[in-house]
C-alpha cells in the first residue's frame, strides 16, 4: 500500500522559512514525478513545484525563487524549502504524484505578517 506523509508545517513570520518533508513507503519515490500542491480552504488546489524522476524541477510563478523542491533518494523522501514566506503562501500543503493519486493529510503552513 502506497502511503505518503508530510510534515515540517507551523506558523513562521513573513519572510521566514520552513522546510516540508513528504516520505513514502510502499513505493519507490526516485521512479515518479512528486509534486507539492496547497491549497487555501474555499479555493481549488494548486501545483506549485514539482521534481521529475530525472531531478529536473518546475515551479509556480508565485513561488520562484523562493521554494526549492529537491528529494533524498535513499530515504525516500522529497523536500520542499521554502524560504521568504508571505502571507499568501499559507496554506494545507500536499505531496502527491503528477498527476495526483488519492490525497493524504497534508500539513499546514500559517504565515503571520
Known amino acids: ?5 508530510e510534515s ?3 506558523l513562521v513570520q513573513a519572510g521566514g ?8 513507503s510502499g ?15 474555499g479555493k481549488q488546489r494548486d501545483l506549485v513545484a514539482t521534481i521529475t524522476r530525472g531531478d529536473t524541477t518546475n515551479y509556480a ?10 528529494r533524498d533518494n ?5 523536500y520542499l524549502q521554502m524560504n521568504s514566506l508571505k502571507p499568501e503562501d499559507a496554506a494545507v500543503y500536499y505531496c502527491n ?5 488519492s490525497w493524504g493529510q497534508g500539513t ?3 504565515v503571520s505578517s
Open 108 to 110: 499546514q503552513v500559517t
Open 74 to 78: 535513499a530515504k525516500n523522501t522529497v
Open 17 to 24: 522559512s520552513l522546510r516540508l518533508s513528504c516520505a513514502a
Open 27 to 41: 513505493i519507490f519515490f526516485s521512479l515518479y514525478t512528486v509534486g507539492w500542491y496547497r491549497q487555501v480552504p
Open 8 to 10: 515540517g508545517g507551523g
Open 97 to 101: 504524484f503528477v498527476p495526483a493519486r
Open 61 to 70: 510563478d508565485s513561488v520562484k525563487g523562493r521554494f526549492t523542491i529537491s
Open 1 to 5: 500500500q502506497v502511503q505518503l506523509v
